[in-house]
């Protein structure tokens, strides 16, 4: 895809995001210290209290598909999330505004971002969209690219007013600092000549955004699979009970039954994934699919404990699992085993299909193994003494992580975006700015000692 001649982001195909260039003559260092505060500035857009976020919303529809994207426009020209916001399907913003505003909240604990970030006037950036003219070509009933055709861009970013907290400021190098606070070059341009579109759904007499729908019918059209007969995609099955539902996901999985796995997913939220997949189907079944032929994986036992998590869904944490494992073509078989402490796997290769060129595969392998422990203290440096590292699989254990299922129809589903978000927002709930520290720390002296490595 082509793209624009003096684009504000950088180099980058359509849909792809990345942080605006740095001044001319800089270091790769300089690039890589100035685009990490940029992109933490787009979080910081993004990283604002639920409620507050919620209370500005409309979610209404736009009057046309054309309105649709002139929405998102309008909301980035004025720095105004909640404006951007509401130009997207609700089903498919809901879950994210749900998580990044709770995420924002631990990010404002932990000092990273400042308690002063407003969704509808995000300080330190300035980007204005106008004069934008559209074209739009019909996909089916109800589905319409948007194409933006003309109309000009200005970004401005004033580092120093950017919402970043002292826990990034403070750990900056001088140099590094002294480069954040220097003005960046404003940068504007035409935005003529652009392929750049989204995919405008109609729903409850509104027009609406769709990253999936736009994301799927890219690739789609791209690789030559065409268009779905929409609404007429993969049956959604669900589950009776939140723990049900992923026991289900992970034997759907484990078969690599692709149908059967999607059919886990919300099919409101992952509605466009419902729709476009049956297309590939017949060719996922002939390759990736025939492995299964060859390869037997069951899931013997799951143990999980199921607790109320935010915003209705219900999190299944995996306490214990056991599978078992055999292929006839190797000759092999065997098992998985976690027990909640300790992972264990077990293979029997009495043929030494898997023990050639002097490899030799053990029988057992435990994860609590005092002798693994041992026999990995020189890591896969060669030898490399590496400073202490936090105890980072104590943190993640003491996480309260799940996959988060939730609710529709009398079915249970499991959500990736609730998942992907729980994840992130239990991680930074079991720090504080103590350990923030030791890692930030632990990072900067790991890559300062590796900066003075020689192959």
């Given at each position: 895809?082509?793209?624009?001649?003096?684009?504000?982001?950088?180099?980058?195909?359509?849909?792809?995001?990345?942080?605006?260039?740095?001044?001319?003559?800089?270091?790769?260092?300089?690039k890589?210290?100035?685009?990490?505060?940029?992109?933490?500035?787009?979080i910081?857009?993004?990283?604002?209290?639920?409620?507050?976020?919620?209370?500005?919303?409309?979610?209404?529809?736009?009057?046309s598909?054309?309105?649709?994207?002139?929405k998102?426009?309008?909301?980035?020209?004025?720095?105004?999330?909640i404006?951007?916001?509401?130009?997207?399907?609700?089903?498919?913003?809901?879950?994210?505004?749900?998580?990044?505003?709770?995420?924002?909240?631990?990010?404002?604990?932990?000092?990273?971002?400042?308690?002063?970030?407003?969704?509808?006037?995000?300080?330190?950036?300035?980007?204005?969209f106008?004069?934008?003219?559209?074209?739009?070509e019909?996909?089916?009933?109800?589905?319409?690219?948007?194409?933006?055709?003309?109309?000009d861009?200005?970004?401005d970013?004033?580092q120093?007013?950017?919402?970043?907290?002292?826990v990034?400021?403070?750990?900056?190098p001088?140099?590094?600092?002294?480069?954040?606070?220097?003005?960046?070059?404003?940068?504007?341009?035409?935005?003529?000549?652009?392929?750049?579109?989204?995919?405008?759904?109609?729903?409850?007499?509104?027009?609406?955004?769709?990253?999936?729908?736009?994301?799927?019918?890219?690739?789609?059209?791209?690789?030559?699979?065409?268009?779905?007969?929409f609404?007429?995609?993969?049956?959604?099955v669900?589950?009776?009970?939140?723990e049900?539902?992923?026991r289900?996901?992970?034997?759907?999985?484990?078969?690599?039954?692709?149908?059967?796995?999607?059919?886990?997913?919300?099919?409101?939220?992952?509605?466009?994934?419902?729709?476009?997949?049956?297309?590939?189907?017949?060719?996922?079944?002939?390759?990736v699919?025939?492995?299964?032929?060859?390869?037997?994986?069951?899931?013997?036992?799951?143990?999980?404990?199921?607790?109320?998590?935010?915003?209705?869904?219900?999190?299944?944490?995996?306490?214990?699992?056991?599978?078992?494992?055999?292929?006839?073509?190797?000759?092999?078989?065997?098992s998985?085993?976690?027990?909640?402490?300790?992972?264990?796997?077990?293979?029997?290769?009495?043929?030494?299909?898997l023990?050639?060129?002097g490899?030799?595969?053990?029988?057992?392998?435990?994860?609590?193994?005092?002798?693994?422990?041992?026999?990995?203290?020189?890591?896969?440096?060669?030898?490399?003494?590496?400073?202490?590292?936090?105890?980072?699989?104590?943190?993640?254990?003491?996480?309260?992580?799940?996959?988060?299922?939730?609710?529709?129809?009398?079915?249970?589903?499991?959500?990736?975006?609730?998942?992907?978000?729980?994840?992130?927002?239990?991680?930074?709930?079991?720090?504080?700015a103590?350990?923030?520290?030791?890692?930030?720390?632990?990072?900067?002296?790991?890559?300062?000692?590796?900066?003075?490595?020689?192959?």
């Amino acid at each position: 895809m082509d793209t624009f001649d003096q684009d504000p982001f950088g180099q980058v195909e359509a849909g792809q995001i990345a942080a605006p260039m740095p001044p001319a003559g800089g270091n790769r260092t300089r690039k890589l210290v100035l685009g990490g505060l940029i992109a933490l500035a787009v979080i910081a857009i993004a990283a604002v209290a639920f409620a507050t976020m919620n209370a500005g919303r409309s979610n209404d529809g736009a009057e046309s598909p054309e309105a649709a994207m002139q929405k998102l426009f309008d909301g980035l020209s004025g720095e105004d999330l909640i404006g951007a916001v509401d130009a997207f399907l609700p089903s498919e913003a809901d879950p994210v505004v749900n998580y990044t505003g709770a995420i924002g909240t631990e990010l404002k604990r932990l000092d990273i971002l400042t308690e002063g970030v407003d969704p509808q006037a995000v300080s330190g950036i300035n980007m204005e969209f106008t004069d934008l003219q559209f074209r739009t070509e019909p996909i089916a009933d109800g589905f319409v690219r948007v194409y933006v055709t003309d109309g000009d861009y200005f970004v401005d970013i004033d580092q120093a007013e950017l919402p970043l907290g002292d826990v990034i400021l403070d750990n900056l190098p001088a140099d590094a600092r002294a480069e954040f606070d220097q003005d960046l070059p404003a940068e504007a341009g035409s935005m003529a000549g652009e392929d750049f579109y989204m995919v405008a759904v109609e729903e409850d007499g509104g027009w609406y955004l769709s990253l999936w729908y736009t994301m799927m019918d890219a690739i789609f059209t791209e690789t030559g699979y065409g268009t779905p007969a929409f609404g007429s995609g993969i049956t959604p099955v669900g589950a009776e009970s939140p723990e049900a539902a992923v026991r289900a996901s992970f034997e759907e999985l484990l078969s690599l039954d692709l149908e059967g796995l999607i059919g886990m997913l919300p099919p409101t939220e992952m509605r466009a994934v419902y729709d476009y997949m049956p297309l590939v189907m017949d060719d996922y079944n002939e390759t990736v699919g025939a492995f299964g032929s060859f390869v037997t994986i069951e899931l013997i036992d799951l143990g999980t404990s199921v607790s109320d998590a935010e915003f209705d869904a219900k999190r299944v944490k995996v306490e214990s699992f056991d599978i078992e494992f055999s292929s006839f073509f190797l000759e092999i078989d065997g098992s998985l085993v976690f027990d909640g402490e300790c992972f264990e796997i077990e293979i029997n290769d009495q043929a030494g299909n898997l023990s050639g060129f002097g490899a030799e595969i053990p029988d057992r392998i435990n994860s609590c193994d005092p002798e693994l422990a041992d026999a990995l203290g020189g890591g896969f440096s060669g030898g490399l003494t590496q400073p202490d590292m936090p105890d980072f699989v104590g943190d993640i254990g003491a996480a309260n992580i799940g996959f988060l299922a939730v609710e529709e129809d009398g079915r249970w589903y499991v959500s990736p975006t609730e998942s992907m978000g729980d994840v992130m927002l239990q991680g930074l709930k079991i720090w504080d700015a103590e350990t923030l520290q030791q890692y930030i720390e632990w990072i900067i002296e790991v890559g300062a000692g590796s900066a003075d490595l020689s192959f």
